[in-house]
């Protein structure tokens, strides 16, 4: 089977599987990491089929969308053995989709990806950050019931993964300062970087807006 055809059988897998999210991580979000991720591997010359794949496949096993991602982890490598892709490329697969999250970040030793990971890490995080950023950031709060803002409830900080997936005290504004506005200089790529720069800049200008609103209100 060729590449082009992997791919397109890839693209269906993940459409069917991300289809009916709605936390901010359907298949729209899919289509935009990946043409991100087409963009980056361009520029910075990886494997195409890896990093294609790397980004259709990123929140299929996602343990924060998914009730068991060990189970989806089995079904995704056992698809992508069936369409033909070697032992060798669907390790380096699940090595990234299993890995880029920022929730990694937050261990000790945070995992350490190849450039084909880098590019589709990057194209992730920039889905995360300015005016789209801001929409998902939004919407996966009301999906999961988040409070809008409390004052009196201040960003955390030194996180470990469960800590951070705990919402019980979590806001959406606090989301930003937790996590969103870090992703700029957790950047890999230099296009990515750039890129980044001005998305971090519209969302603190969402922010002052919003804050100055608040106080308005009061």
Same mark, same amino acid.
């Given at each position: 089977?060729?590449?082009?055809?992997?791919?397109?059988?890839?693209?269906?897998?993940?459409?069917?599987? =991300?289809?009916?999210?709605?936390?901010? &991580?359907?298949?729209? &979000?899919?289509?935009?990491?990946?043409?991100?991720? !087409? @963009?980056?591997?361009?520029?910075?010359? !990886?494997?195409?089929?890896?990093?294609?794949?790397?980004?259709? /496949?990123?929140?299929?096993?996602?343990?924060? %969308?998914?009730?068991?991602?060990?189970? %989806?982890?089995?079904?995704?490598?056992?698809? %992508?053995?069936?369409?033909?892709?070697?032992?060798?490329?669907?390790?380096?697969?699940? $090595?990234?989709? &299993?890995? /880029?999250?920022?929730?990694?970040? /937050?261990?000790?030793?945070?995992?350490?990806?190849?450039?084909?990971?880098?590019?589709?890490?990057?194209?992730?995080?920039?889905?995360?950050?300015?005016?789209?950023?801001?929409? @998902?950031?939004?919407?996966?709060?009301? #999906?999961?019931?988040?409070?809008? $803002?409390?004052?009196?409830? #201040? *960003? @955390?900080?030194? =996180?470990?993964? #469960?800590? $951070?997936? +705990?919402?019980? +005290?979590?806001?959406?504004?606090?989301?930003?300062?937790?996590?969103?506005?870090?992703? !700029?200089?957790? =950047?890999? !790529? *230099?296009?990515?970087?750039?890129?980044?720069?001005?998305?971090?800049?519209? =969302?603190?200008?969402?922010?002052?807006?919003?804050?100055?609103?608040? /106080?308005?209100?009061?």
């Amino acid at each position: 089977m060729n590449t082009a055809e992997q791919i397109k059988q890839i693209r269906q897998f993940s459409y069917k599987k =991300m289809v009916t999210d709605h936390t901010g &991580h359907n298949f729209d &979000h899919i289509e935009r990491v990946v043409k991100m991720a !087409t @963009r980056l591997s361009k520029e910075e010359k !990886t494997d195409k089929l890896i990093t294609l794949a790397a980004a259709y /496949l990123h929140d299929v096993a996602d343990d924060k %969308l998914v009730d068991d991602p060990a189970e %989806l982890e089995i079904e995704i490598k056992n698809f %992508l053995k069936s369409i033909e892709l070697t032992d060798d490329q669907i390790d380096e697969i699940m $090595y990234i989709t &299993h890995n /880029l999250s920022f929730s990694k970040s /937050l261990s000790k030793n945070p995992p350490k990806l190849s450039l084909a990971g880098q590019v589709v890490q990057d194209s992730d995080r920039l889905d995360a950050i300015g005016a789209i950023g801001i929409t @998902r950031a939004i919407y996966y709060g009301g #999906a999961n019931a988040e409070t809008i $803002y409390d004052p009196s409830i #201040a *960003p @955390r900080e030194k =996180m470990n993964k #469960a800590e $951070y997936r +705990n919402l019980d +005290n979590e806001t959406i504004i606090n989301h930003f300062y937790e996590k969103l506005l870090k992703l !700029t200089s957790m =950047m890999n !790529t *230099p296009t990515a970087k750039n890129i980044a720069l001005h998305r971090q800049q519209f =969302m603190y200008e969402f922010l002052n807006e919003f804050q100055s609103e608040w /106080l308005s209100e009061i």
